[in-house]
């Protein structure tokens, strides 16, 4: 497991107190109760790293978590790799002005982060997208990044149903956006291994 190891870095309000904008990372969205912190917890595969919640909503931060160094292949040296959990929004209780800094500071991470290789977001596979993940889209849409998402909770669907609900996901995808889509299941395991793989994958590019 390439994630394993994680280690909690810092937490930030602002892009500029994120760690040195150096070697690769990969940042985690999701509106706040996606799923989020239940999905980093399974993919580094320690049970604390990120801390899961019951109430949404309450004040968040950026979170760095800094990965061990990736291997590269023979005469390369390693890649230092990071994993950023960005803040979410879009549930209730979170005042617009809160809101309307966050989105102003992930856009502009997103952006201007030069270590940013892609986003992986959550969201829940029984609801249509957000209006926070259509923000995500386009977002990657605009500045080229690779989104990978994870439909998430995909234990409270039939294999079958979570199945079509992929493919109409894949479907939506607007022609010219870098995205990829797979089933996923924090309590279940489902596609951690698959998620684990496209993560290294995205670090390494
Ligand atoms: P975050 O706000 O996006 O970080 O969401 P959390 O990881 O804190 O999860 C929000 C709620 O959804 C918690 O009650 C979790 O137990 C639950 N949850 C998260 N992932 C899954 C999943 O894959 N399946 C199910 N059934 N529940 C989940």
Redesign the pocket.
Known sequence: NPLHGAQFVLAAHRVNQLPPDLGAEVAFA?????????????LAGHKGL?????T?GRTQQMVAFALPPLAQGEGVPPLTARLI?LP?YG?AKVPEELRAHWKQEIDAYLHHRQSLRGVVL?A?IRHPLKEFDRMMLDFCFATGLPCHLLL?????LSRNQAAQALAAMRKSFPDGLHATAQV?????G?GVDEARARVAELLRT
Do not use: M, V
């Open positions: 999701g509106r706040s109760n996606a799923g989020k912190s239940s999905a980093l917890n399974a990120a801390r899961t919640s019951k949404p959990d979410g549930y959550i829940d998430t909770k995909a234990d409270k996923f299941s924090s309590p279940a489902t």
